[in-house]
């Protein structure tokens, strides 16, 4: 079981607007920075957004983070076939010294 | 270009031990907080263990006291010494360099197999 809560699916079609959420406590998402990875099939996760709201370069600015108090959400417009992927959050924990914590991820279909 | 590149999967049975290597080039490990995260088959991503640039490291609970992360200045290596392997350490084992940060890299992923 996870420390961040994350739906494990998520779908949408072409075009739509679709969001992931991810929700924690005081001690991860509430005094920490969320960060979101994409990871397709067989490959290693890609940062999509970091300290909670900033796209690394070259992330389509159809990808937006946001949070509020110990949730945080992954927003991602004009959906796209090639957004069909494994969504994942992150986030360092303080009542864990030093370590992190994912959510258990999100499949999102593209319908 | 910052390239990590893991190697030391493998089949190995319960109980057993394995050292994970991952090669870094392109920067210097002993500068960044280097982590290894894995990946069972059709599950989520789970944090391993972190050492930092000062040498701290941290375990999550599922492998402290059985694994051990370190690094080889010399030979700007990342190790995992992985002993007493259960069925569930099972997976595919990830090394990564500043992660989760603003400009975070990780390897392409090695698998390890516990089974008899």
């Known amino acids: 079981q996870s420390v961040l809560t994350q739906p494990p699916s998520a779908s949408g079609t072409p075009g739509q607007r679709v969001t992931i959420s991810c929700s924690g406590s005081s001690s991860n998402i509430g005094s920490n920075y969320v960060y979101w990875y994409q990871q397709l099939p067989g490959t290693a996760p890609k940062l999509l957004i970091y300290?909670?709201?900033q796209r690394p370069s070259g992330v389509p600015d159809r990808f937006s983070g946001s949070k509020s108090g110990t949730s945080a959400s992954l927003a991602i417009s004009g959906l796209r076939s090639e957004d069909e992927a494994d969504y994942y959050c992150a986030a360092w924990d303080d009542s864990l010294s030093g370590r992190v914590v994912f959510g258990g991820g999100t499949k999102l279909t593209v319908l | 270009e910052v390239q990590l590149v893991e190697s030391g999967g493998g089949l190995v049975q319960p109980g057993g031990s394995l050292r994970l290597s991952c090669a870094a080039s392109?920067?210097?490990?002993?500068?960044?907080?280097m982590s290894w995260v894995r990946q069972a088959p059709g599950k989520g991503l789970e944090w391993v263990s972190v050492i930092y640039s000062g040498g701290s490291t941290y375990y999550a609970d599922s492998v402290k006291g059985r694994f051990t992360i370190s690094r080889d200045n010399s030979k700007n290596t990342l190790y995992l010494q992985m002993n007493s392997l259960r069925a569930e350490d099972t997976a595919v084992y990830y090394c990564a360099r500043d992660v989760p940060g603003p400009e975070d890299y990780w390897g392409q992923g090695t698998l390890v197999t516990v089974s008899s």
């Open positions: 300290r909670n709201n």
């Open positions: 392109g920067f210097t490990v002993s500068s960044n907080y």
